[in-house]
Nanobody, 125 residues
Framework: QVQLVESGGGLVQAGGSLRLSCVASGRTFSSYPMGWFRQAPGKEREFVAGINWSGGSTAYADSVKGRFTISRDNVANTVYLQMNSLKPDDTAVYYC??????????????????WGQGTQVTVSS
């Protein structure tokens, strides 16, 4: 079992920055990849960024490349999402997730087996 708790969401103006955090407990954090997803009203949940177990490999959705950075601290059992140059289209509930049956970077939603409760990010124009 893995428990995930996100924090760091909020309201920010376009062009601003936010850093999301997700603290994990339960299984050994350094043994599985993590990901960030988002879901806007009326839309499906979509992949934002993923990171492998060690932090050595990452992947991003095209819509956030160059603006968002995923990282992890395996001592603090925490994964981060640094979001810069935010746009109104980034408004969504952001979720972190764990893919405990895998090791490399995972982008497919169905391969993640544990999810946090989500944190709201709202970007005003």
């Amino acid at each position: 079992q893995v428990q995930l708790v996100e924090s760091g969401g909020g309201l920010v103006q376009a062009g601003g920055s936010l850093r999301l955090s997700c603290v994990a407990s339960g299984r050994t954090f350094s043994s599985y990849p993590m990901g960030w997803f988002r879901q806007a009203p009326g839309k499906e949940r979509e992949f934002v960024a993923g990171i492998n177990w060690s932090g050595g490999s990452t992947a991003y959705a095209d819509s956030v490349k160059g603006r968002f950075t995923i990282s992890r601290d395996n001592v603090a059992n925490t994964v981060y999402l640094q979001m810069n140059s935010l746009k109104p289209d980034d408004t969504a509930v952001y979720y972190c997730a764990a893919a405990t049956r895998w090791g490399g970077v995972v982008a497919r939603t169905s391969l993640y087996d544990y999810w946090g409760q989500g944190t709201q990010v709202t970007v005003s124009s």
